[in-house]
Structures are given as structure tokens and as C-alpha cells.
């Protein structure tokens, strides 16, 4: 049983360019979290699906950013015009259908210039 | 929102002792869940653990729930158990609401 991917592992950008991520959860899982980590905190809850469907938004989740499953199997999280406030790590939650244990994946560490 | 307190926040052991890490949290919750945090930055699970006690090798954890707190023990701990350990719920819903943490340092 693989556990959840996240692609890349690390992405440094300029200021201004879009970057977009990507998590494949564990195999049959209908849940999956973004989540983001700063230095020195715990992560923080972004968005939440369920299957496609996207049920719960963080208000930290700004226009630019946007989250998507588009077929209920792996997810991207796009931001776009990055800004130096956005360098933290990305991490991305699945969780199976019979109960509401979180795993995490290894999680994007975002690097902005 | 759901306060989650984590104490201490830095601890220091020596290889071999034992340690007990509290987590209190500010509303009933349906989810608890405990992690430690590797050098790497990956979250891996310990514990899931609303409610009650499981052990699983030298670790183990209890919740008591009506008083809204989680304890993780951890003994005759290893250099390798060195890094941030989690504590992390979910009132309602499935969103986790994690702590600050409490960074473990075991020396040899």
C-alpha cells in the first residue's frame, strides 16, 4: 500500500509566477487536505474533498489560490502571482471512507524570490 | 476556533529516560491524532486516538476526552525519536486543527 505522493518535493519560483502542485492520495481514498506549514507552526488547514467535490475552504485560501479534483483521484493546488508570504511547505491529507485518520504526504517545500 | 495547546514546547532527554508530552484542547473534538514530524519535514502518524489508550511499542497515548486532553509517553527513548511531535483534532467536520508542537532533542 503506497502512501500518499506529492509532486514536486520542491519548487523555488520568482514573484509573480504561478505554481501548481500535485497529490495523489493513498489509493481509495475519497478525503483528501491541502495543508500548509511555515516555519516553526503547525500546519494549517487550506481546503477539504470529498471525492470531486470541494467541501470546506479556509479563509487563508486567497483568490490566488485554487485547489482542484477534477475526478476524485489526485488533486493540484494552483497559486497564482506568488508572493514571498506564500514560501512554506504544501503538504496534502488522504483519509479512507470508514474513518477520519489523516495521512500525511511528504509534502512541496515552496521557496519564493 | 479550537484552541490546541501543546506543552513543553522544547525538551531535552537523554538516551534511555522517559518523557510525557500534554495536549489540551478548548472543545469536544471527533478526531485526536498525534505525529512526529521528521528532520525531512514529513508528518507521520503515531496515534490515532479520540478517546481512551493504545500503546504501541515504546510509545503510547491517552485521551480522556471529558477533560480535554491527550498525553503521549514515550519511554526509553532513542536518538531517532529526536524531532516535533503533534498534536492535531477536528471539532466537527474533518479539518485537523494542530498545535504548536513540542520539539524533542534526545542526545546520546
Known amino acids: 500500500d503506497t502512501g500518499v505522493s506529492q509532486d514536486p518535493r520542491h519548487k523555488i519560483t520568482k514573484r509573480g509566477q504561478n505554481v501548481t502542485f500535485r497529490c495523489d492520495p493513498i489509493?481509495?481514498?475519497?478525503?483528501l487536505y491541502w495543508y500548509r506549514q511555515t516555519l516553526g507552526q503547525g500546519p494549517e488547514f487550506l481546503t477539504y474533498?470529498?471525492?470531486?467535490?470541494?467541501?470546506?475552504k479556509s479563509r487563508l485560501l486567497s483568490d490566488r489560490f485554487s485547489a482542484e479534483r477534477p475526478k476524485g483521484s489526485f488533486s493540484t493546488l494552483e497559486i497564482q502571482r506568488t508572493e514571498q508570504g506564500d514560501s512554506a511547505m504544501y503538504l496534502c491529507?488522504?483519509?479512507?471512507?470508514?474513518?477520519?485518520?489523516?495521512?500525511f504526504g511528504p509534502g512541496t517545500r515552496l521557496t519564493v524570490l | 476556533g479550537i484552541q490546541v495547546e501543546q506543552s513543553p514546547p522544547d525538551l531535552i532527554l537523554q538516551e534511555g529516560a522517559n518523557s510525557t508530552l500534554r495536549c489540551n484542547f478548548s472543545?469536544?473534538?471527533?478526531?485526536l491524532q498525534w505525529f512526529h514530524q521528521n528532520p525531512w519535514g514529513q508528518l507521520i502518524n503515531l496515534f490515532y486516538?479520540?478517546?481512551g489508550t493504545k500503546q504501541n511499542g515504546r510509545l503510547s497515548a491517552t485521551t480522556v476526552a471529558t477533560e480535554r486532553y491527550s498525553l503521549l509517553y514515550i519511554s526509553s527513548s532513542q536518538t531517532t525519536d529526536s524531532g516535533v511531535y503533534f498534536c492535531?483534532?477536528?471539532?466537527?467536520?474533518?479539518?485537523?486543527?494542530f498545535g504548536k508542537g513540542t520539539s524533542l532533542l534526545v542526545t546520546p
Open positions: 492535531a483534532v477536528a471539532p466537527s467536520g474533518y479539518a485537523l486543527n
Open positions: 472543545d469536544s473534538v471527533n478526531n
Open positions: 491529507a488522504s483519509s479512507p471512507p470508514r474513518g477520519p485518520e489523516q495521512f
Open positions: 474533498f470529498q471525492n470531486e467535490a470541494q467541501l470546506e
Open positions: 489509493s481509495e481514498h475519497n478525503r
Open positions: 486516538i479520540p478517546s
